[in-house]
C-alpha cells in the first residue's frame, strides 16, 4: 500500500514516512501544497496524508483539488487547528479522517489502517481468504494457522492482492503500489515475488488470469 505525506515541517514529515514504512506501507514525502497537488492527482495512492498548513497552496485548497480530479483515496488530515469550523470544513471538502497536533505516531497508523481497511471493503483488521489471513495490526501472515515468514516485498505484493479479494490486479499496478517513484521498477520482478510467495502458501492461493494479472479469492 502507498502512502503520501504531505507536511511542510521536513523533520515530521520524514518521521511520519519512517513510521508508515516501519509498518509495511510505501511512504513518500511532500513538502508544499503545489508538489503535493500534483503528485497526488498523477500517481496512484492507497491514502494520503495531509497537513493543511501548507506553503503555496493551503491544504484545503489541495484536498478541493484532489477530489475534483477523481481521486478517491482516503485522506487523514493533520492540523494545528483545533477548532470546530476547521475540523468541519476539511470534512466538507473532501478529508476522510481528522488528526489535531501534536499527535502519537501509533493513532496515526491506527487510523490510517482503518481508512485503508474501509476503502477495500475490508471491515475487520483480519483480513481473511480461505485458509490465509493477514493480520494489519500486527502484519502477521498466516497460512493453514502457520505464521509464514515474508520478505518485506512479498509482504507487500500479498498485503496488496489480500486488501483487494477477488479483484484482478495487474503486474504494473502491483509495480506502482509496492515502489516509491524513483525505485527502479521491473514488473519482471513480480512474477518473482509471486513464485516465492506461492511456495510460501500453496500454488493455488494466487491465482493467475492469463494476460491480466493475479487474483486472490476471499473464500
Sequence with gaps: MKILVVED?????????TGLEQNGW???????????LYRATSEPWDAIVLDLGLPKLDGITVLKGIREENVNCPVVILSARNELTQRVDGLNAGADDYLTKPFQMVELIARVRAQ??????????VIQAGELSLDTRTSKVTWQDQVVDLTALEFKVLSYLMHNTDKVISRTELVEHIY?????????????????IRRKIG?????????LGYRINAN
Excluded at 485503508?116 to 483488521?125: I, K, Y
Excluded at 516509491?180 to 516465492?196: A, C, L, P, W, Y
Excluded at 493455488?204 to 488470469?209: F, G, N, P, Q, S
Design 116 to 125: 485503508l481497511r474501509r476503502a477495500t471493503g475490508n471491515v475487520s483488521p
Design 26 to 36: 510505501v511512504a513518500e514525502h511532500s513538502a508544499d501544497g503545489i508538489d503535493a
Design 9 to 17: 515541517d521536513v523533520t515530521l514529515g520524514e518521521q511520519i514516512v
Design 203 to 211: 500454488n493455488d492461493v494466487i491465482k493467475t488470469v492469463r494476460g
Design 180 to 196: 516509491k517513484q524513483d525505485f527502479d521498477r521491473d514488473s519482471n520482478t513480480i512474477e518473482v515475488f509471486i513464485g516465492r
